[in-house]
């Protein structure tokens, strides 16, 4: 490149940077501006939400929180949402790991079909399972448990994560595991002495993806809770769908704030597990 | 230690046969180099011996046990990868320690091991590190370290060196032999590379298509190669081939008419046939030999090697020492009789 160009070259370098960065910050704002109105709106008295022109100063309030945190039916379906995100997220993490392994590495007849198949029955739309789902879990007399949903959720989340780490596993060096067979292990020990360790990163974030999706997850708890296990989501569609009193939106956007910043908590929290390259130094690199 | 002993061993993948029956004998302390083309079937031969590979048909003995259906970890067999498969959670000390570890061994006999080993291989101040802080050499050495503190029947290597860079391979190879020369321990090692083959072992297996072409030590190998394969592949710079028919007045004649002496009787006259020359086997000659014209020359200062043109055929030639000869002049190569290997083009095997 002689000198003459090279200046015109950096200058139009510099404005597709520049390009990127506001194309990026537009997406942002698109994306984040409904979660800002919503905590915005939070923190407001109802007559102030709607008002045209929209006020941006006005005196913060904590009482829809105040409110609402204290009804019982909202902190129980707190606890119950926690428990059963949990609870299905480390359920679905563990069997779909495994089965995902299996998948990758060990040479079963017909295990392509097979992973196919799995993959299948995430294509078949929730509600066509809801129905039956709720006569086998009353025949059972499970209705209204939290085990009942993280049975159901897991119908979900283990093909989920089952193809996630299918596909991580295979972009693992298949030396270790021979090795640590060589060295002694089993294929069980080496899966849970060698491959887990070092698949930290993939496991959590596919632990944090199927959380999230249990956390928001309405449908399955509408139809197969009524009063015990019942989660957020269930709630917030209760004071949406309120026919009698209308909706009530004060309400809703400070439950929403309340389901939303846990997950954005517990995404930060794991987040440098997720940056950091654990596999890195195992071969030649 | 343990001899090891692979009777008419066959591999199939989904009705492709990959291994035709290989017979090899191990003995008790060897160092056999399993070598060939990619795809010749060498790396799943060693897969076979470790157990890593399930054996369609024919036996594997490790000491005097069948191994066949013997798992991996109750082989006692070490292996180092091509990409030495460290495992990146542990320190060069844990991962030196592992195997040891599994097999249930007090902690003070494997820190007693893995300090012996890593002192062996130099690896003393690097005990703590994880492998990502180590570089290429330090990571081959840890693999072979892991290897080492086992005290296994056999080792197993599939091509170790191949991902260091060309100066370091050479001060492994001899570090490599000098570990071996001092543990004893029967090994087998795979290798595409025909020097290395040569360098380290007692016996080299050269393998084709799934096939044993040649078994024998690396010098017999190299002077005389039972088939045109195994002389194409041993040796560097390649044997000089020719291509033509014998003629009864010992002599070679080739596709376009040119008669090349053989000063040697050769049975058969009008056989098709390859002749092979070594290149350090040509002389030049003062006016007889066969007429050819140096094209290009490359001294490296204790040898020269000299590109030359015999009639439209290409030969390489290489002479100690060095040489006035210039690029153009005429030469002539001569060869003592002894040193032309003649093989049926029909078969490629040796007449």
Not at chain 1, 29 to 47: D, G, H, I, T
Not at chain 2, 4 to 11: A, D, G, H, S, W
Request: charged content about 20%.
């Amino acid at each position: 490149m002689t000198a003459a160009t090279l200046p015109g070259y950096r200058k139009r370098k510099r404005v597709g940077r520049q390009v990127r960065i506001w194309a990026g910050v537009a997406l942002c704002v698109l994306f984040l501006f409904p979660v800002f109105w919503m905590v915005l709106s939070s923190f407001k008295l109802p007559r102030d939400i709607f008002t045209t022109p929209p006020v941006l100063f006005f005196d913060p309030t904590l009482e829809t929180y105040i409110s609402y945190m204290q009804r019982a039916d909202i902190s129980r379906r707190m606890v119950n949402t926690v428990t059963v995100a949990t609870g299905s997220g480390l359920l679905s993490i563990v069997a779909g790991a495994m089965a995902g392994y299996a998948l990758a590495r060990i040479r079963i007849k017909g295990a392509a079909t097979l992973g196919v198949l799995i993959l299948m029955s995430r294509g078949v739309p929730p509600i066509a399972l809801a129905v039956p789902m709720f006569l086998v879990a009353r025949k059972l007399g499970l209705t209204d448990k939290h085990i009942t949903l993280i049975l159901a959720y897991c119908t979900f989340l283990i093909p989920y994560v089952m193809w996630l780490m299918r596909g991580f596993f295979k972009g693992l060096p298949k030396e270790l595991e021979e090795a640590a067979l060589l060295d002694g292990c089993s294929r069980y020990g080496a899966f849970f002495k060698i491959i887990v360790p070092i698949s930290l990163p993939g496991l959590l974030s596919t632990l944090i993806f199927s959380v999230i999706l249990a956390w928001e997850e309405l449908l399955f708890a509408l139809v197969l809770t009524n009063r015990n296990a019942s989660t957020i989501p269930v709630a917030i569609a209760g004071i949406a769908g309120d026919t009698v009193n209308g909706a009530n939106w004060g309400a809703l956007t400070a439950v929403g704030t309340l389901t939303v910043v846990p997950v954005v908590i517990f995404a930060l929290l794991v987040q440098k597990w997720l940056i950091k390259g654990l596999a890195e130094g195992a071969t030649k690199g | 230690m343990s001899k090891v002993e692979i009777r008419n061993l066959r591999k199939t993948y989904d009705n492709l046969e990959v291994i035709h029956g290989i017979d090899v004998d191990i003995a008790d302390g060897e160092f056999v180099a399993l070598v060939g083309p990619s795809g010749c079937g060498k790396s799943t031969l060693l897969r076979m011996i470790a157990g890593l590979e399930e054996i369609t048909s024919g036996e594997i003995l490790i000491g005097d046990d069948v191994v066949n259906d013997i798992a991996p970890k109750d082989r006692d067999i070490a292996m180092v990868f091509q990409n030495y498969a460290l495992y990146p959670h542990m320190s060069v000390r844990r991962n030196m320690g592992f195997a040891l570890k599994q097999r249930g061994l007090p902690a003070s006999e494997i820190d007693k091991r893995v300090a012996e080993a890593a002192g062996i291989l130099g690896l003393a101040d690097y005990l703590e590190r994880k492998p990502r802080q180590l570089s290429g050499g330090q990571r081959q050495r840890v693999a072979m370290g892991r290897a080492i503190v086992r005290n296994p029947n056999v080792f197993l290597f599939d091509e170790p060196l191949s991902n260091l860079d060309a100066k370091l391979r050479v001060q492994m190879r001899s570090e490599l032999k000098e570990l071996h020369q001092r543990l004893a321990t029967t090994t087998v090692y795979v290798t595409h590379d025909q020097i290395e083959a040569m360098t380290l072992s007692d016996r080299v297996v050269v393998m084709n298509g799934g096939n044993v072409e040649q078994a024998g030590p690396p010098l017999e190998l190299y002077d005389s190669p039972h088939s045109l394969f195994v002389a194409a592949f041993i040796g560097s710079p390649q044997m000089n081939f020719f291509e033509g028919t014998l003629s009864d007045r010992r002599s070679l004649v080739l596709a376009d008419g040119v008669e090349l002496g053989l000063g040697k009787h050769v049975a058969q006259p009008g056989a098709e046939v390859t002749i092979g020359v070594r290149p350090e086997h040509f002389n030049i000659g003062k006016g007889d030999g066969w007429p050819s014209q140096a094209i290009v020359i490359e001294p490296t200062g204790s040898e020269t090697q000299i590109t030359t043109r015999i009639a439209g055929h290409t030969a390489r030639v290489l002479l100690r020492g060095r040489t006035s000869i210039e690029p153009g002049q005429t030469i002539h190569l001569e060869t003592d009789p002894e040193n032309i290997h003649v093989f049926s083009q029909a078969t490629g095997r040796v007449l």
